[in-house]
């Protein structure tokens, strides 16, 4: 098992606000025991910043690109490994 940790800011654009991503996003980080926050832009995007151990992030990751409610419709994703962020638990940002 990898322990090695990573962190990542995820962008995604689609129809991805008001169809439940956020919570989606938040029961995946749960699952994953992954720890970090999500957040609506303004721009239409919804913003991911995320941090676990490598394989479980990746598996996070991937859940994230297949959308985790069926009401989201996902139109790019974009990744990009951060230094590592630290925080307790997963949240919504404001």
């Given at each position: ?11 995604i654009s ?36 995320a941090s ?32 590592n962020y ?9």
């Amino acid at each position: 098992m990898n322990k090695t940790i990573k962190s990542v800011k995820i962008i995604i654009s689609g129809h991805v606000q008001g169809v439940g991503f956020r919570y989606s996003t938040i029961q995946v980080a749960k699952h994953y025991n992954i720890s970090g926050w999500v957040k609506n832009n303004l721009d239409g995007t919804v913003e991911i910043v995320a941090s676990g151990q490598e394989d479980k992030l990746d598996s996070f990751i991937n859940k994230i690109k297949s959308s985790p409610t069926p009401f989201a419709r996902i139109y790019d994703v974009t990744i990009n490994y951060i230094s590592n962020y630290e925080q307790k638990g997963f949240n919504v940002k404001y």
